[in-house]
């Protein structure tokens, strides 16, 4: 069975860094869009971010842009996120998944990705 698995959560005080990996060994990247997503308590599971192999483009939310980067390394079949300037709003289970109705980013269309993980924890101290 195919699934992502995160890692590189943790406790970070705001304006610091961390680096988001999420890897599925039996998945090819090349067939999907993979998005990075995250769910606050008590909030929806919002895609933050995503990489498309097909075209080599990338998409941020409007909350993350600037401060977010997405990279993927096909060969390793892992997928980065690069977060800088860490906000306490950031504090979320943040999760991968691959778009499987669309090898191009831009949908918002939680339904359409698969492959989810367990997530990995962010928590940004004031």
């Known amino acids: 069975e195919v699934r992502f698995v995160e890692s590189g959560g943790g406790l970070v005080q705001a304006g610091g860094s961390l680096r988001l990996s999420c890897v599925a060994p039996?998945?090819?990247?090349?067939?999907?869009?993979i998005g990075w997503f995250r769910q606050a308590p008590g909030k929806d599971r919002e895609v933050i971010s995503c990489?498309?192999?097909?075209?080599?483009?990338?998409t941020y939310a409007d909350s993350v842009l600037g401060r977010f980067t997405i990279s993927s390394d096909n060969a390793k079949k892992t997928m980065y996120l690069q977060m800088n300037s860490l906000k306490p709003e950031d504090t979320a289970i943040y999760y991968c998944?691959?778009?499987?109705?669309?090898?191009?980013?831009?949908?918002?269309?939680?339904?359409?990705?698969?492959?989810w993980g367990q997530g990995t924890q962010v928590t940004v101290s004031s």
């Open positions: 039996g998945l090819t990247f090349s067939d999907y869009a």
């Open positions: 998944a691959a778009n499987t109705m669309r090898r191009l980013c831009g949908s918002k269309r939680i339904y359409e990705y698969d492959y």
């Open positions: 990489f498309s192999s097909a075209d080599g483009s990338t």
